[in-house]
């Protein structure tokens, strides 16, 4: 069976798939790699090093597509997935595409690759469970924007971080609120303590404040009711509009006393919650720094131009898109570890081993034989249960 990895033609994508360290490990799963002259390149990975490691270089993008069984993405895909994407008419039915494709924000794409026939696995429905850690491309990809939103803001804010003792005096240390305590806000307070700051954390979900003390973090505690604040899968929460009222209300006070704040706060599928307003951004002294990492959902600041940085009141809002791609070598190398213990479980004897009774791949399977398949896609886009997708693994 051929795996493909076509380059990347997503804007401003930097990362590759797969990286060479991993090819080993799939022909040992008796899968024949085809990778794309010069996918690995934006991320540091020669094309002779693939070679090295057995896989076989293909110029021709069409080829890819047209040999590969099985197409392996980054956002490759989510450039295949436009309409008038010359990509997309390259796919061909029984095709298998794995990647991120953003299932929950455009559901729409999936019944274009239902329509083709193809069968696809979205990376960002892994559900949240023990055995799934290896391949949780969305948990790796969190920590190297959590760190980077530090190195952003570190280099955005007019102060140094540390406290520093100097022959003109102390400097006193930036003091720095993340908002928001999933994998990038805990890699976030994690970053700027190395840097020296003085970090202040928040999230609606109470059970994280022995994760950010361990980090020597001090947790913000509000008087709100969060009980409901977190999904049986680990997730936060969307909560009422009169709930993020009272936060907003609550936290003023302290993003005013913050030379840096990062924002992570993002619900899957839906628009993020807006939790820094412009009045409290009017707040904040000149020259702090707001890091909104849910710009790509609309962001968490009321002012945030996703893929822009602004300054509104003399406070810089940085938006950045992608951000992970912004260290695309190393963020290669996590996504393909990922993805390499994803095919694992996927791949038996060099075939394809559907098996719905696997959670794992049940509920990361999108489309598959034409349908859409995946119940919360379906709810998105309003198409009825016809058939169950147990009763197709059994046809």
């Known amino acids: ?43 540091g990975y020669p094309d002779a090093d693939y070679e090295k490691q057995g896989a076989k270089l293909v110029s021709d993008r ?8 099985v197409l392996l993405g980054v956002n490759s895909l ?3 997935l ?6 997309m008419n390259l796919l061909h039915s029984g095709q298998v595409i794995i990647g991120l494709l ?10 274009k690759l239902a329509a083709v026939g193809v069968d696809a696995f979205a990376l960002e429905l892994l559900p949240r469970i023990a055995r799934a850690q290896p ?6 990809m969190a920590s190297i924007a959590g760190y980077k939103s530090v190195l952003l803001s570190a280099e955005a804010l007019n102060k ?7 022959a003109a005096g102390t400097i006193t240390p930036a003091h720095v609120f993340v908002v928001g305590v999933g994998v ?63 936060q907003r209300e609550m936290m003023t006070q302290v993003v005013a006393e913050s030379d840096v704040v990062i924002t992570t706060a993002l619900i899957p599928g839906k628009k993020a919650p807006i939790l820094i307003t412009e009045e409290m951004v009017k707040g904040m002294s000149p020259g702090s720094v707001i890091v909104d990492l849910a710009a790509e959902g609309g962001g968490n600041c009321e002012l945030t131009k996703s893929g822009e940085t602004i300054e509104v009141h003399g406070v810089k809002i940085i938006g950045i898109e992608n951000l992970a791609s912004t260290i695309p070598h190393h963020a290669s190398q996590m996504y393909a570890k990922n993805l390499t213990a994803f095919l694992n479980i996927l791949v038996e004897n060099g075939e394809l081993n559907i098996n719905m009774d696997d959670d794992i791949i049940k509920d990361t399977l999108l489309t598959y034989k034409g349908e859409v398949v995946n119940p919360r896609v379906k709810e998105l886009l309003g198409t009825p249960n016809s058939k169950s997708t147990d009763e197709r693994s059994n046809s």
């Open 1 to 43: 069976m051929i795996v493909g990895v076509p380059a990347e033609t997503y804007p401003n994508e930097n990362r590759v798939a797969l990286i060479p360290a991993v090819i080993s490990a799939l022909v040992k799963l008796e899968l024949e790699v085809h990778m794309q002259k010069g996918a690995g390149e934006k991320a």
């Open 62 to 69: 069409a080829q890819i597509f047209s040999s590969a069984d």
């Open 78 to 80: 989510g450039a295949i």
């Open 82 to 87: 436009e309409a008038d994407s010359d990509s």
């Open 102 to 111: 953003n299932p929950l924000g455009s559901p729409e794409y999936a019944q």
């Open 135 to 140: 391949m949780d491309v969305l948990s790796s």
């Open 160 to 166: 140094l971080f540390p406290m520093m003792i100097t």
């Open 184 to 246: 990038a806000g805990l890699q976030a307070i994690a970053t700027a303590k190395r840097l020296g700051a003085v970090i202040r954390a928040y999230d609606v979900r109470p059970a994280v404040k022995e994760q950010v003390e361990s980090l020597g973090a001090k947790f913000v505690e509000m008087e709100l009711e969060t009980e409901e604040s977190e999904t049986s899968g680990g997730y936060a929460k969307a909560m009422d509009e009169d709930f993020y009222r009272r």
